[in-house]
């Protein structure tokens, strides 16, 4: 009887040492597989590099300039595969563009209006990640003594707007109208950034921007809030255009919590 015993032992543990082994073999292939979490990066690696490549093509309106090139540089980081290329302008021009052939994997538009001329068919899922409002932006050293909405109608006051065809323009337009203010207006420029840039280079007193923008341009400008009761609010859209995987992983990281941290660390507010 004792010489069987130790005949029996291998039997009973091939079956769990092979159970073992093949439960070890599903985990390793699993890891060889490109999925991503929600915020972007590969599951199961521990925030490591990822196995996704390719080009996303990103689209986005002016005022988000500053936050999206901090989301391509951290994108890019943890997924050294994949190069996003941005262009920014004016939501307007940027629908535009794509409507008329330009590539985008992604676009970001400054309010759910600037969307509606979007050709429909390119169209592969629409989210809203932000809000925003408008502030007054003027120098530092703010010579026009601009306090309030009511200031920029004053002669003294060089006043700079967006054009009436680009969202913060048409934002300006409609909170002058609840604010009952005729503005000065000096000149009308082709996007936000453009418009701010006249304070910068001190060509204007006043110019109406987003508060995002006066939050990125920190000590180039100071900022004169404007009153919510006639403040104009716009919901930013991201919409994408293509279903490759890095599109979507890029996007799942702008919609992820940490995506929304950074985009909201430049002056947005929460969707």
Known sequence: MSTRSPRRAPRTLVPAVATGLAALLLTACGTTTPSTTATGQPAGTGGGPSSLQGTVTVLAAASLTESFDRLKHD??????????????????TLVQQV????????????GTAAAKP?????????KTFATNVLEIAVP????????SIDDLSKPSVKV???????PCGKAAKATFAKARVVPNVVSQEVDVKATLAKVKLGEADAAVVYHSDVVAAKDAVKGVEIPSQVNTSL???????SDDAATKAFVAYLLSAQGLATVQSFGFGAP
Do not use: Q, W
């Open 160 to 166: 700079v707007l967006c054009a009436d065809t680009v």
């Open 235 to 241: 919901t930013y859209p991201v919409i994408t255009l």
């Open 75 to 92: 994108f890019e980081a943890a997924h050294p595969g994949v190069t996003v290329e941005t262009s920014y302008g004016s939501s307007a």
């Open 99 to 110: 409507n008329n052939g330009a590539p985008a994997s992604v676009i970001a538009l400054a």
């Open 118 to 126: 979007l050709d429909a068919s390119m169209v592969k899922d629409t």
């Open 140 to 147: 530092p050293g703010n010579p026009g003594k601009v306090t």
